[in-house]
């Protein structure tokens, strides 16, 4: 999980190659005026993003270990002045925090969270609505926590099914890194419903794609499919935060493993 999500936030804010095109421009330019202002504010930058980047493995530790609450208080923490110099430093923390409010079932939280992340993205790219999807994801959880109801993220899920139908198996027939995510994000979800079988389903054309192209994250599929029938035959939820948060045994396992 942690290799997407930068890969993630690029792609909801549809910055990633202005972006990053023009920071390594940058710093190119400024190392050749050293000793500028200009230059010393590039520096100052570039440590709070190293010091940021400190924090946040600390977070992802934390997630690892399936303590929630200290995650986020991390992601919280690297969101805080020493560690940014604009609003878009935000943006990692930010998508991070929403990430495991989600898993830990604080779907207010998690839409503060995906607010944020819009705004922000906006400021740079006015048309940007990335993250307007993930909105509709929490909002549909937010259904179900309060009503019970889960055909909104039924509707959420063949919404995405459809709109990226040309990066999924069979489909395509590479791997890649958003492909990925979004047969993780499913199975989260059908294994908070307890549709295992859906679940299962979704992983089949993976397991098979990373089969044929001799993927090292093959075993790691396999393990997620153990974890659902696991579940599937009875087995408990891992319950977490004082037996206040439980998490269904793919999710637990998707969030300690780091090959999502």
Known sequence: MKNIVFALILFF??????????????????????????????????????????????????????????????????????????????????????????YKGDYELALKAANELHRIAIIAVPHADGWLEQKKKIEALLEFQKTGNKQLIYDWIASQKKKYAHWLPPTNPKKTVWDSFLMVEFVALYDLLGDYDLALAEIAPFLKLYREVGSGETGALENLIKALQESKSGMPKICIEDGKVCLGRATAYIIKSKSF
């Not at 010091?51 to 992601?75: C, G, H, P, Y």
Request: hydrophobic share 35%; net charge neutral.
């Open 13 to 102: 804010s549809f910055t990633s190659i202005s972006s990053a095109s023009a920071g390594s421009f940058k710093r190119r330019e400024v190392v050749q005026k050293k000793g500028t202002a200009e230059s010393r504010a590039t520096d100052e930058k570039y440590r709070k993003m190293f010091a940021q980047n400190s924090v946040m493995n600390d977070a992802w530790d934390f997630q690892r270990r399936l303590e929630l609450s200290k995650a986020i208080e991390t992601a919280k923490q690297a969101q805080g002045a020493d560690y940014i110099t604009d609003e878009e430093d935000r943006s990692g923390p930010l998508f991070f925090e929403l990430i495991t409010a989600v």
